[in-house]
């Protein structure tokens, strides 16, 4: 599996919306907090975008008279996420990982464990399971994301635990859920079938305010 570090922003600071793309998926690709980027494009509830939108990933917020920010709705048939409102900065503190009901996503062995930096980075768990497992929501949530719109993962699904926390299955398929659905802790989110390279191997990550954190230091012992 290729290595595993967040995308670096385009050189002109925006990434142009693709069919498909959705604030938490574009959020994830380049490791940035999706509150952070719904405030400085001025993307409001419900958070939707359109192909063909500039987000921009770096840099001062969206001034009157810029470019117009995303407001259309995503293109049918995806549904639609509805998060909450982002907290200001000045809010409240995170909500500690400890404070959410956390379990693996799917039993098999650890072939390539967590690791930032160096030549290379892997901001996840690689873990081989047996053909036909069921990944699981590691937590309760929201699927914000589901989809193959991101290159180098296969079919990905995104679950936004609160407002500080996501986790993500990389390399399932069939997806069994859809964007906009919630599910409970343990709930089955894709198989493990099909054939080639991936057919067995999850990647599986969890991010806090958009940066990765080691999984085994949040999921309990096995």
Do not use: C
């Not at 379990?103 to 390539?112: A, K, N, Q």
């Not at 926390?165 to 198989?191: D, K």
């Not at 990550?205 to 096995?222: K, W």
Request: proline share 9%; hydrophobic share 35%.
């Amino acid at each position: 599996m290729g290595d595993r570090g967040s995308a670096r922003a385009p050189s002109t600071g925006y990434h142009v919306v693709q069919r498909g793309d959705t604030l938490y998926s574009i959020a994830w690709r380049y490791g940035r907090d999706w509150r952070d980027l719904a405030a400085r494009n001025r993307i409001r509830e419900p958070y939707v975008i359109k192909p063909g939108d500039r987000i921009r990933i770096h840099g001062v917020a969206a001034r009157t008279g810029s470019a117009p920010t995303a407001t259309a709705s995503r293109p049918a048939p995806r549904s639609e996420p509805t998060p909450s409102r982002p907290a200001p900065a000045s809010g409240p503190p995170p909500v500690p990982a400890a404070d959410l009901d956390w379990t693996w996503p799917v039993e098999g062995e650890i072939v390539r464990g967590f690791a930032v930096g160096g030549s290379r980075p892997n901001q996840g768990l690689d873990i081989r399971a047996r053909q036909g497992a069921a990944l699981q929501a590691t937590a309760a949530g929201e699927v914000v994301y589901a989809g193959s719109g991101l290159r180098g993962f296969g079919q990905l699904v995104i679950v936004k635990h609160d407002e500080h926390w996501l986790s993500a299955y990389a390399h399932n398929s069939p997806t069994l859920v859809r964007e906009g659905q919630r599910v409970g802790r343990g709930e089955q989110l894709a198989l493990l079938q099909g054939s080639g390279e991936h057919s067995r191997l999850v990647h599986f990550e969890i991010r806090r305010q958009g940066s990765p954190v080691d999984p085994v230091t949040i999921l309990p012992r096995r």
